[in-house]
């Protein structure tokens, strides 16, 4: 693997795993800010050994494993940092179960936002959409239909692939509305700072999974992946303590997150259906996608600051 590719890749999953985890920043904040200094304290030092090391390290390993059981458990862990050629090539064979279920699970993930969560409209088109939210279910139904269908013609293991993904998916929204409800419960001061630590860190492991999956359509070198989502989470935490509120004056920030997601998704069952789509291909859409709702972000933002210069002149 060349150099150029592997540092274009690592800072592709660095800014995906930024994105992807914004909403979980600013509930960290607001969270934290609620705290007292030891329980701030513990948590953005071990939180972040937790987040990194724990949640983003075991993750992709145990992915690797599930989508190669006949590896072991051991040798899957193994595999995934050794250059033996039996177990890369392994790997490669199972790697259309892998691609076609993260790939599910990243355009459920897309269409749940575009249906069904409120949002500050980037493009047109979403506002109609987000009106539509009774055929969210619809929607992901039929696409599941269409990939199992197609994927039986091709693997059987591939369709299995799929319902997993969406059935993932399932699972973490389910997680991740109990949390908005526990949220409000945490501003409003009704738990202690050690059931609120409790509360970010499974939290924090729900918006992983979002990064742990897309970073395989960058990848299958699980320790690029650990790098990458690595640095992610570092800068993340960094983002938590000194300028979230920066941060959420970039409104369209989520929305590029998303259209990555999208993009991903795609690639993923793509490639998990044998057309292959280069490996540099995915930083540059994702570099693209959020640069451009970036850019849009800080247009706004630029000019509500001179309207509201006026103001402050009188």
């Not at 059981?69 to 490669?92: C, H, K, R, Y």
């Not at 989502?229 to 920066?246: K, P, Y």
């Not at 970039?250 to 044998?274: C, E, P, Q, T």
């Amino acid at each position: 693997m060349e150099l150029g590719f592997i540092l274009l890749t690592i800072l592709g999953l660095t800014l995906f795993e930024i994105i992807t985890s914004v909403d979980n920043a600013i509930i960290n904040a607001e969270v934290l800010s609620g705290m007292g200094k030891r329980a701030r304290r513990f948590f953005l030092t071990w939180g972040i050994l937790f987040a990194v090391f724990v949640i983003r390290g075991l993750l992709p390993l145990l992915i690797v494993f599930l989508a190669n059981p006949s590896l072991g458990l051991i040798g899957a862990f193994t595999a995934t940092f050794s250059g033996n050629l039996e177990t890369t090539q392994a790997i490669e064979e199972s790697s259309p179960v892998l691609l076609i279920g993260g790939g599910t699970f990243l355009l459920f993930l897309f269409f749940n936002w575009l249906f069904l969560e409120p949002k500050h409209y980037g493009l047109r088109g979403e506002y109609f959409f987000e009106r539509q939210g009774a055929w969210f279910f619809a929607i992901v139904s039929i696409l599941l239909s269409i990939i199992v269908w197609f994927a039986l013609e091709k693997n059987p293991m591939m369709a299995f692939g799929a319902v997993l993904g969406s059935t993932a998916f399932f699972i973490v929204h389910g997680f991740r509305q109990y949390a908005e409800q526990e949220e409000k419960r945490l501003l409003s001061g009704g738990m202690s700072d050690v059931s609120k630590v409790a509360y970010l860190e499974v939290l924090d492991s729900t918006f992983s999974i979002d990064g742990v999956i897309g970073a395989f359509a960058f990848t299958l070198s699980v320790p690029i992946i650990l790098l990458g989502n690595g640095l992610g989470a570092i800068v993340l935490r960094q983002l938590t303590i000194s300028n979230i509120e920066r941060i959420k004056k970039y409104k369209y920030l989520k929305n590029g997150a998303m259209y990555s997601i999208l993009f991903l998704g795609i690639i993923m069952v793509l490639d998990s259906f044998g057309y292959h789509i280069p490996p540099y291909v995915t930083p540059i859409i994702t570099f693209g996608t959020v640069g451009y709702f970036f850019y849009k972000s800080r247009i706004e933002l630029r000019d509500l600051e001179k309207a509201l210069e006026p103001r402050r002149d009188s």
